[in-house]
């Protein structure tokens, strides 16, 4: 039983490696495409860009209302709530000792930010202008620190929260997240200070760094990640559980002593020790 349990426990791991590569290779292949087809000023994918920052940015400019409300969900999907909240998931997996998990979400933080500016500074693209802009940002465009910044934040997210819920609650926080992330690139591009390739190179970048992070902790420490996702399902359910179990076992111990007491007489549980019998003959 032990062997089969290694033998599983090994093959998963080497599963979750190949998955976690498979995507780090598969979207930094996607990335390398995007990138040439950038620098290289293709033409579909110019145009393409073009008539889509064209059209937004001419809606964003007769609706303010609706441009504010843009750039207010821009604003709460910034780059600083997204590492903040990243921030305080790595800071709670310390406190509750799962320090490899804790040392996962901080690295992708701060390897994603990273990372981030050194492929904006290395492509320098420059970021749409118009006559009367409706948003402002800085830096290079290529790729979109906001879309890049969400999509490894969500993706984290629901990491930790995987074997938390069950199909429901799974299939309801990739629902959340997906339409997080997209909704914070749509902005981007709505408010014309990214064209629609930053943004899909900023999910492509992130893909790459949460595949690329998770892969080196899985091969640098076998086994860690699992076991704090199981020191965080210990820390976090045992209370609930053992209140059940507690109650359950209370029952099913009380049951026969009701039944064989006397009517109207107490049990030894409900008397708080062992009840005298004066009949009883002492062998």
Request: charged share 20%; with cysteine.
């Amino acid at each position: 039983m032990h062997l089969t349990n290694s033998t599983t426990r090994l093959a998963a791991r080497n599963r979750s490696l190949l998955r976690d590569a498979a995507l780090a290779l598969g979207c930094a292949a996607l990335f390398g495409i995007l990138a040439a087809l950038v620098t290289g000023q293709w033409r579909p994918l110019v145009r393409f860009d073009q008539e889509w920052i064209g059209e937004l940015h001419t809606y964003a400019r007769e609706h303010r209302i609706w441009t504010a409300s843009v750039q207010t969900l821009s604003d709460i999907g910034g780059t600083v709530t997204m590492r903040t909240l990243l921030g305080i998931a790595a800071g709670w997996l310390w406190l509750i000792g799962a320090r490899v998990l804790a040392g996962w979400v901080a690295a992708q933080a701060l390897i994603g930010w990273g990372t981030q500016w050194a492929l904006k500074l290395a492509f320098d693209r420059s970021r749409p202008s118009f006559t009367d802009p409706v948003s402002h940002a800085g830096g290079p465009a290529f790729p979109s620190g906001h879309a890049m910044t969400s999509a490894i934040t969500c993706a984290v997210l629901v990491g930790l929260l995987w074997y938390r819920v069950h199909r429901r609650g799974r299939t309801a926080a990739c629902v959340v997240a997906a339409a997080t992330v997209l909704t914070i690139g749509w902005t981007r591009v709505a408010l014309g200070v990214h064209w629609p390739s930053d943004v899909l190179a900023g999910w492509l970048a992130a893909g790459i760094v949460l595949g690329t992070v998770t892969a080196v902790i899985q091969v640098w420490r076998p086994g860690a990640l699992a076991r704090d996702v199981r020191r965080v399902n210990w820390r976090t359910r045992p209370r609930v559980q053992r209140v059940v179990v507690s109650a359950e076992r209370s029952a099913r111990t009380a049951a026969p002593l009701d039944e064989d007491g006397p009517d109207g007489a107490r049990t030894e549980e409900e008397a708080g020790g062992p009840v005298d019998h004066p009949d009883e003959t002492v062998r």
